[in-house]
C-alpha cells in the first residue's frame, strides 16, 4: 500500500521525504515486475493451445496446425506493435469513444504508456488469434491464415480492446461516465479475447466448409479423432496454468490492495474450472456411457472462459455455479454446431470460447457483489450484480452484458465473415482435396512431424511433387 498524503508530508517535514520517493519507485517497480510475470504467463497459453491442437488433428497434419500456432505468436506481435495496439489505446486529446489514434509503431509512447503494458496486452490479442487455427484445421492454406492473424491482431481486436478496456471507450467500465453508470464488466476477456477469437473461428470454419469425410451423404457425423490424447491433455493444463496469469494478471498491478484481488481471482479461476470439467464428465457419461477424456479437458476450458469476465468480481461459490453453467453451454452448444448447422469446428473453439464467453459476460452481471466491485475496479459506489441488487435495481450490469454480446457479435462477425469468403473466393482460402488427402505435412513442410507415420492416401506417390506449389 503506498503512503498517504499526510504520511508523506510528515516524512518531508522531518527531511525524510527520499523515503517516499523510494517507496513509489519500489512499488512502481514491483507492479512491473508483476506484469512481465503475468504477460509471460499468458504467453505461454501459446504453448498450450499448440499442444491441444496437435493433439486434436491427425498426425498428418501436426506440423501445419504448429507453424500456424507459430505464426499467430509473430504475425500478431508485429500487427499489434505497429497498428494494433494504437488502436485499442491510443488517446491522443483525451481520445474517443470509437477508436484509438496514436502510438502507431509505438512512436512517442514511453511519454505515457510503458513497455510491460504493451508485452501485456500484446499477449492477450495473441491469444483471440490463435483460437481460430484449430477450428479451421486440416484444410486451409497459409496465405489466408497469416492475412486474418494480421488482420485480427491489428484492427478487428484493438477496436473491441478500446471500447471495452479504454478509458476513453464508449463500452468501458473505466470510462469517467460508463453506460448506464457501469459499462460492461469484462475483467480479463469473456468478450473482448474469447467472443471475438471464437466468432471468428465460427466464420473461418463454416465458410471453409467441413473437411473431406466429416459427413456421410446423408449428413451424419462421422468421428475423425486426433492423433494424440496425451498432446491433447499437456495443452489442457498448460493454458490452465496460463490462466492464472490471464485473470489474476489482469488487475495489472500487485500493490494497493490489488494482491488481495489477485489471489481470489486464482480461486475463482480454480474453482470454475473444476465444475466445468466435472459438469462435462457428467454429461457425456450420462448420454455416451463413457468417462471422456476428450470432453472432460475442454469442460476445463469452458469452466475457464466462463469465469474470465466475473473472476475478481463473483465469490467462490458462485464461480462453481458458473462452470458447471459452462459446462451445459458448451456441450449443448458444440452438439448444435456440428450436428444441426453442420459446421466442423475441429476443436469446439467457437462452442468454448464464444458460447462461455456470451455466458460469461452475463455470469459477471448477476453474480456480482458489490465489495467485489469496489475491490477490483477501484470504484467507491459500485453497482450491484443483478442477483444481489434491491428490487427494481441491479439490471444495468446485466443490460450492459446483452448490450457487449450484441455489438461484439456484429463487430467481430460483419468483418471477419465477408473476411474469410473474400479469401476462399479468390482461392486462397481451402486446400485443394488432393493436399487435404495427402495431408499438410507432406504436401507442404517437407514431410511428417514423426519420421516412422506411414501415410494412408487416395493421392499417388508421383503426384506429391505436383501438390506442394501454390499458395
Request: charged content about 10%; proline content about 3%.
Amino acid at each position: 500500500m503506498g503512503l498517504t498524503d499526510a504520511q508523506v508530508s510528515l516524512l518531508n517535514a522531518k527531511g525524510l521525504g527520499f523515503l517516499a520517493v523510494e517507496l513509489e519507485q519500489q512499488n512502481t517497480d514491483t507492479d512491473a515486475m508483476w506484469l512481465i510475470v503475468m504477460a509471460v504467463l499468458v504467453f505461454f497459453m501459446q504453448t498450450g493451445f499448440a499442444m491441444l491442437c496437435a493433439g486434436l488433428v491427425r498426425a498428418k497434419n501436426t506440423k501445419n496446425i504448429l507453424l500456424k500456432n507459430v505464426l499467430d505468436a509473430c504475425v500478431g506481435a508485429l500487427g499489434f506493435w505497429s497498428v494494433g495496439y494504437a488502436l485499442a489505446y491510443g488517446a491522443e486529446g483525451g481520445g474517443n469513444a470509437f477508436i484509438g489514434n496514436t502510438y502507431f509503431f509505438l512512436t512517442n509512447f514511453e511519454e505515457n504508456e510503458t513497455y510491460h503494458s504493451w508485452l501485456f496486452q500484446f499477449a492477450f490479442a495473441a491469444t483471440a488469434a490463435t483460437i481460430v487455427s484449430g477450428a479451421v484445421a486440416e484444410r486451409t492454406k497459409m496465405a489466408a491464415y497469416l492475412c486474418y492473424s494480421f488482420f485480427l491482431t491489428a484492427f478487428v481486436y484493438p477496436v473491441i480492446v478500446h471500447w471495452v478496456w479504454s478509458s476513453a471507450g464508449w463500452l468501458s467500465a473505466f470510462n469517467a461516465a460508463p453506460l448506464l453508470g457501469t459499462g460492461l464488466m469484462d475483467f480479463a476477456g469473456c468478450g473482448v479475447v474469447h467472443m471475438v477469437g471464437g466468432i471468428s473461428a465460427g466464420c473461418g470454419a463454416y465458410v471453409c466448409g467441413p473437411r473431406l469425410g466429416r459427413y456421410d451423404a446423408e449428413g451424419n457425423v462421422i468421428d475423425i479423432p486426433g492423433h494424440s490424447s496425451t498432446l491433447q491433455a499437456l495443452g489442457t493444463f498448460i493454458l490452465w496454468v496460463g490462466w492464472y496469469g490471464f485473470n489474476p494478471g489482469s488487475t495489472l498491478a500487485v500493490t494497493g490492495g490489488l494482491g488481495a484481488v489477485a489471489g481470489k481471482c486464482a480461486v475463482t479461476t480454480t474453482l470454475s474450472a473444476a465444475a466445468g470439467a466435472v459438469g462435462c464428465l457428467i454429461i457425456y457419461k450420462a448420454t455416451s456411457h463413457a468417462f471422456d477424456l476428450g470432453q472432460t479437458l475442454n469442460g476445463v476450458l469452458a469452466g475457464l472462459v466462463s469465469i474470465t469476465a466475473g473472476c475478481s468480481l463473483v465469490e467462490p461459490w458462485a464461480a462453481v455455479i458458473i462452470g458447471l453453467i459452462g459446462s451445459i453451454v458448451y456441450t449443448s452448444l458444440s452438439e448444435v454446431v456440428k450436428r444441426k448447422l453442420k459446421v466442423d469446428d475441429v476443436v469446439d473453439a467457437f462452442a468454448v470460447h464464444c458460447g462461455c464467453g456470451m455466458w460469461g459476460l452475463i455470469a459477471a452481471s448477476l453474480f456480482a457483489t458489490k465489495e467485489n466491485h469496489m475491490a477490483a475496479y477501484g470504484v467507491t459506489d459500485a453497482p450491484y450484480g443483478a442477483f444481489y441488487a434491491p428490487t427494481g435495481q441491479g439490471h444495468q450490469m446485466f443490460v450492459c452484458a446483452l448490450v457487449g454480446i450484441a455489438v461484439i457479435w456484429a463487430w467481430v462477425a460483419g468483418l471477419m465473415f465477408p473476411f474469410f469468403v473474400i479469401m476462399m473466393k479468390i482461392g486462397w482460402l481451402r486446400s485443394p482435396p488432393e493436399e487435404e488427402e495427402a495431408g499438410m505435412d507432406i504436401s507442404k513442410h517437407g514431410g511428417s512431424a514423426y519420421p516412422d507415420y506411414v501415410v494412408t492416401s487416395t493421392v499417388p506417390v508421383k503426384s506429391r511433387g505436383a501438390i506442394a506449389g501454390g499458395l
